[in-house]
């Protein structure tokens, strides 16, 4: 770093590449004209409809944050699922270059990089907090930062949901036996759960649930929490509303940056852009909690039954989801390297919890 | 808006002090170079000694992500409790203008503004997920800047503990009589609530803790939680470590700003100030919850006697608590307005943490 600071010091132009790994500096350097001058417009690829409660209205806030705080000099244009590339196709999208940005589910891209999805839920795995806890303080950027680096992407946590719900379901759950046979709409590692335990997992843009559901096409789904479910309207399809969401006690989104791209930002853009997306990670699961809760008390209003799913089969569906998830680390070198990490390090976060967090919503 | 927006168009140079409430424009006035040349060197007062673990480091972090974000046209310096106002003169200072900034605890300030312990911690209230929800989407932000509006003072939440702990103690906790004739350092409601079962409250600064525990001037003393409290040492002068934290199950920061000087910050500034204080509230509980973690687990490898406070405890300390409350609240109209208000939607939250949040904790 030496001579690069006698060079900023002496005031000598310097290549914005030649930057990357000098953000601390960004105080003391504080004479370089040229790139304040500078300005960019990005794109972001999302996986989101447009104007989509919760998670794209969190993307939408990301894109105004930095032109607020950067004045304009980098403009962030969102896109949302389909105009410029699919929903799941972000991550690849910002990989190749043809946006530099983008916002998405990690576990959309299983396919591709299968460690991604223990950046993002767990069933019966860490709530919004311990997440958050393992990825800003636990190592989790770090591991994060290094399955994405092959890709030439730079991921950032960049909002959250907290705990979903079990989903709605047109028949009802009073034993394990019940699951057996179930078609049901419930991706990710939730899903590989319900078929060890007998059932059907079906899969479906989100556009096409309410009508699976109210033809009979699904006897289930699960789609996020009262919030966004009641948006999309599955009250008026299903007729039991199932707590807790044991298979995403937390979704975690991220914000995908190619690094290419990121090189060419000064530090001080470099700082806003981490700044906006940590923001984001905090806002959003505020906003998903606070309307979560009202939706529900709408849904109630208007006769939805809410139920609980029994121990039992909570018991059984916490037995299988533990093979489930270790197997899916497993079959993939990176993946287990990471779930390795998480699995030690949230299992000491979650016994803290027992006598604290836990224990304060036993108290009161 | 409208001829202020003509004028920024027409490229028209505006003081700063008409931009107040324009923030939302601030892209679109990309043109406004006399302030952007313009920068300020600000004081940020603190209630924390220097490099303080936790909420210390949660203010020097501000001010780095601040000055990182502005190329160095906003400068922070942070000042420790006394070097140039007392820990619990934060707010007064900011107030009057001796510093444009300050980091502290809304509680500290209480006996000129009775109101500003509800945006802080209130014994069997919100954990941090549930005061973020209710500060940033359930009205409590506006509430506080409202409250604080008279003085001058912007407020802004600027980290969170999350749960801490019920304290050291040099005698055994095993009824409620055990309370009575206790001498306990404990602060603000939680205090009143000792009292009220016949403790007796002693308080002092942190830097006399650790002997007065030691010498038998008090029996018992809560501080933190395990990262900060072993950082006093006062596993050295206590037998036994109680938790829950109910006296404090959340304690969330404040960064004022005295509005004046606010008014003076042209709006990308003023958005890399939210920001900034956005990230260090969420950062900074994320910093707690690993750290509280890893000092719990020295502490018992330590020999440390961690105990639970019994049932019948807590459930007295429960319904002396929700007296206290509705006095305190009582006693100022500010405070009432703020408490009628924060109650009942608390009361909505914690009804749905209860088949959600909570339930998360009991089928893992």
Redesign the interface.
């Known amino acids: 770093m030496k001579r690069r600071q006698i060079l900023a010091a002496a005031g000598v132009g310097i290549a914005a590449g030649a930057l990357v790994g000098c953000?601390e500096e960004?105080?003391a350097?504080?004479a370089?004209p040229a790139e304040?001058a500078k300005s960019f417009t990005w794109k972001m690829v999302t996986s989101w409809p447009k104007n989509f409660p919760g998670v794209g209205v969190g993307a939408e806030r990301f894109a105004?944050?930095v032109?607020?705080?950067?004045?304009?000099r980098l403009?962030v244009k969102v896109y949302a699922a389909g105009e410029l590339v699919p929903a799941l196709e972000v991550f690849d999208a910002v990989s190749r270059g043809t946006a530099e940005m983008g916002h998405g589910a990690p576990y959309y891209w299983k396919g591709k990089v299968p460690a991604a999805q223990f950046f993002c839920a767990l069933p019966?795995?860490p709530?919004?907090?311990?997440m958050?806890?393992?990825?800003?303080?636990?190592g989790g950027i770090q591991l994060w930062e290094e399955v994405y680096k092959p890709y030439g992407v730079l991921p950032m946590a960049c909002g959250a949901t907290?705990?979903q719900?079990a989903g709605w379901f047109n028949k009802e759950i009073n034993s394990v036996d019940d699951l057996k046979g179930l078609k049901m709409r419930t991706p990710g590692l939730g899903g590989e759960v319900l078929t060890r335990v007998g059932g059907t997992v079906v899969n479906m843009p989100a556009g096409e649930i309410f009508t699976a559901l109210q033809t009979g096409a699904i006897d289930a789904t699960e789609w996020i929490g009262p919030y966004n479910d009641q948006a999309l309207g599955l009250h008026k399809a299903a007729k039991y509303y199932y707590?807790?969401?044991?298979q995403e006690?937390n979704v975690t989104f991220e914000l995908d940056i190619n690094i290419k791209a990121w090189e060419t930002l000064?530090?001080?853009l470099q700082?806003?852009v981490r700044?906006?997306a940590?923001?984001v990670?905090?806002?959003m699961?505020?906003?998903y909690?606070?309307?979560?809760?009202?939706a529900?008390?709408q849904l109630k209003k208007e006769g939805v039954d809410?139920r609980?799913l029994p121990d039992e089969v909570?018991a059984k569906l916490?037995e299988v989801s533990a093979g489930v998830v270790d197997a899916a680390a497993a079959a993939d070198p990176a993946a287990q390297k990471v779930w390795q990490q998480q699995k030690a390090y949230l299992a000491?976060?979650?016994?803290?919890?027992e006598?604290?967090?836990?224990?304060?919503?036993?108290?009161?």
């Open positions: 953000k960004a105080g350097n504080a370089r304040e105004k944050l032109e607020q705080m950067s004045n304009g403009k019966f795995g709530n919004a907090q311990e958050n806890a393992w990825l800003h303080y636990g907290g705990v719900t707590t807790p969401g044991w006690p000064p530090a001080d700082a806003i700044a906006a940590r923001d990670n905090a806002d699961l505020d906003d909690n606070a309307k979560n809760m009202e529900m008390e809410v609980r909570l916490k000491r976060l979650y016994e803290y919890a006598a604290n967090e836990k224990d304060i919503y036993a108290i009161r």
